[in-house]
C-alpha cells in the first residue's frame, strides 16, 4: 500500500519475528534456537526449535484479553490463515503456531502472514463483524467488548448498515492524555476535509453506541474514540486493510504522541542553546580609570 504524502504509518507485522523466521523459511537456515522478545505493547513472543526436529519451529505468543479475542473470531482467523498449525501454547502464553519449514506451500506468503500473528489477533473480532456488514447479516452479531490493555477496552457494535468499533483509550502519564485527545479531536475535524474515510466521533463520555456495554466509566481516561463503517469502506479489497489501521490504532496514536514530545523537546533545547549564544556575547564592558602623564585620573566627558 502506497503511503500518503505527509503521513506516517507503522508497520502491521512485527519486525523481529520477521527477521528471524526469514532465515528459516526463505534461507534455509537450520538450527536449534530459543528466542523471546516483547513489543513495547506488553505482548510477548517466543519463538523456540528442537535439537532434535530442526525444521520445526513453534512460534509462541502472550496477549492481554486472549480468552476473549479467541472466543469473538480470532480463532476461527487463526485457523483460517494457519489451518493444521494451531496448537497447544507453552506455560506463561496464550497462542501458539507450529510449522515445518520444509513443508510451507509459499514461504513468503507465509512469512507475511506469520508476522502479522498479533494483528490476527487483535483484528480477529473486527474482521468477523466488517464480514458480517459484507454479507449483509450485521444484524445477528452480538455486541462485544475486549479488554486489551489495563484500563483500555474495544468495543465492536453492529448495525443494520454500519459496524461501530470504538476504544477507550487511557495513558499513564497526564502530558500523554492531555495530548492524546488533541490528536483523537483532531480525527474528528478531519471528516470536513476527508469525506471518503469513516466517520469518527470523540467524547469523554461512552458515546450512545457502546453505552450498553460499559460497566465501569474512568473520567480521568483520554476518552472514547468510535469510528463508524460501512460497506464502501470495504470493497474493493479495502477489507484487510480497514481491520489492519484498526487492530494497530493503540500503537499509532501512541506511536504520535511520543513523536510530538521528542519534536518539542527537541524545539525546547534549540531555544535554550539560542538563549545560551545571547548570554554569552553579551560580556559586560568595565570601565577602567586611564592615567595621564602628569599622573591625573582622565575622565570621559
Same mark, same amino acid.
Given at each position: 500500500?502506497?503511503?500518503?504524502?505527509?503521513?506516517?504509518?507503522?508497520?502491521?507485522?512485527?519486525?523481529?519475528?520477521?527477521e528471524q523466521l526469514m532465515s528459516r523459511l526463505l534461507e534455509g537456515k537450520r538450527e536449534p534456537c530459543e528466542i523471546s522478545f516483547a513489543d513495547f505493547d506488553g505482548v510477548a513472543f517466543r519463538i523456540s526449535s528442537q535439537?532434535?526436529?530442526?525444521?520445526?519451529?513453534?512460534?509462541?505468543?502472550?496477549?492481554?484479553?486472549?480468552?476473549?479475542?479467541?472466543?469473538? !473470531?480470532?480463532?476461527?482467523?487463526?485457523?483460517?490463515?494457519?489451518?493444521?498449525?494451531?496448537? =497447544?501454547?507453552?506455560?506463561?502464553?496464550?497462542?501458539?503456531? @507450529?510449522?515445518?519449514?520444509?513443508?510451507?506451500?509459499?514461504?513468503?506468503?507465509?512469512?507475511?502472514?506469520?508476522?502479522?500473528?498479533?494483528?490476527?489477533?487483535?483484528?480477529?473480532?473486527?474482521?468477523?463483524?466488517?464480514? =458480517?456488514?459484507?454479507? !449483509? =447479516?450485521?444484524?445477528?452479531?452480538?455486541?462485544?467488548?475486549?479488554?486489551?490493555?489495563?484500563?483500555?477496552?474495544?468495543?465492536v457494535t453492529p448495525s443494520d448498515s454500519k459496524i461501530f468499533v470504538a476504544f477507550l483509550l487511557d495513558f499513564a502519564e497526564v502530558t500523554d492524555k492531555a495530548m492524546a485527545r488533541v490528536f483523537l479531536q483532531e480525527f474528528?475535524?478531519?471528516?470536513?476535509?476527508?469525506?471518503?474515510?469513516?466517520?469518527?466521533?470523540?467524547?469523554?463520555?461512552?458515546?450512545?453506541?457502546?453505552? !450498553?456495554?460499559?460497566?465501569?466509566?474512568?473520567?480521568?481516561?483520554?476518552?472514547?474514540?468510535?469510528?463508524?463503517?460501512?460497506?464502501?469502506?470495504?470493497?474493493?479489497?479495502?477489507?484487510?486493510?480497514?481491520?489492519?489501521?484498526?487492530?494497530?490504532?493503540?500503537?499509532?496514536?501512541?506511536?504520535?504522541?511520543?513523536?510530538?514530545?521528542?519534536?518539542?523537546?527537541?524545539?525546547?533545547?534549540?531555544?535554550?542553546?539560542?538563549?545560551?549564544?545571547?548570554?554569552?556575547?553579551?560580556?559586560?564592558?568595565?570601565?577602567? @580609570?586611564?592615567?595621564?602623564?602628569? !599622573?591625573?585620573?582622565?575622565?570621559?566627558?
Amino acid at each position: 500500500m502506497a503511503t500518503p504524502k505527509g503521513l506516517i504509518f507503522l508497520e502491521h507485522k512485527s519486525a523481529i519475528m520477521h527477521e528471524q523466521l526469514m532465515s528459516r523459511l526463505l534461507e534455509g537456515k537450520r538450527e536449534p534456537c530459543e528466542i523471546s522478545f516483547a513489543d513495547f505493547d506488553g505482548v510477548a513472543f517466543r519463538i523456540s526449535s528442537q535439537p532434535e526436529s530442526m525444521s520445526v519451529v513453534k512460534v509462541n505468543m502472550a496477549i492481554a484479553g486472549a480468552a476473549e479475542l479467541l472466543s469473538l !473470531g480470532s480463532a476461527e482467523l487463526l485457523d483460517e490463515l494457519f489451518p493444521g498449525m494451531v496448537t =497447544t501454547p507453552d506455560q506463561g502464553f496464550d497462542v501458539a503456531i @507450529e510449522f515445518d519449514c520444509e513443508n510451507v506451500a509459499d514461504p513468503e506468503e507465509f512469512l507475511e502472514s506469520i508476522s502479522l500473528l498479533k494483528r490476527h489477533m487483535i483484528g480477529g473480532p473486527i474482521r468477523k463483524a466488517l464480514l =458480517t456488514l459484507m454479507n !449483509g =447479516t450485521s444484524e445477528s452479531l452480538k455486541p462485544c467488548s475486549v479488554s486489551f490493555r489495563k484500563g483500555e477496552v474495544m468495543y465492536v457494535t453492529p448495525s443494520d448498515s454500519k459496524i461501530f468499533v470504538a476504544f477507550l483509550l487511557d495513558f499513564a502519564e497526564v502530558t500523554d492524555k492531555a495530548m492524546a485527545r488533541v490528536f483523537l479531536q483532531e480525527f474528528v475535524e478531519a471528516q470536513r476535509t476527508v469525506r471518503s474515510g469513516p466517520s469518527a466521533s470523540f467524547s469523554r463520555e461512552p458515546l450512545r453506541e457502546i453505552a !450498553g456495554m460499559v460497566t465501569s466509566h474512568n473520567p480521568e481516561a483520554a476518552g472514547y474514540i468510535t469510528f463508524a463503517l460501512e460497506m464502501r469502506h470495504l470493497e474493493a479489497g479495502k477489507l484487510e486493510n480497514a481491520v489492519s489501521l484498526l487492530a494497530s490504532f493503540r500503537n499509532y496514536l501512541h506511536y504520535h504522541i511520543k513523536a510530538s514530545k521528542t519534536y518539542l523537546h527537541m524545539r525546547m533545547r534549540k531555544r535554550v542553546v539560542g538563549w545560551l549564544q545571547v548570554l554569552n556575547r553579551a560580556v559586560p564592558q568595565i570601565q577602567t @580609570e586611564k592615567k595621564l602623564a602628569s !599622573g591625573k585620573t582622565f575622565t570621559r566627558k
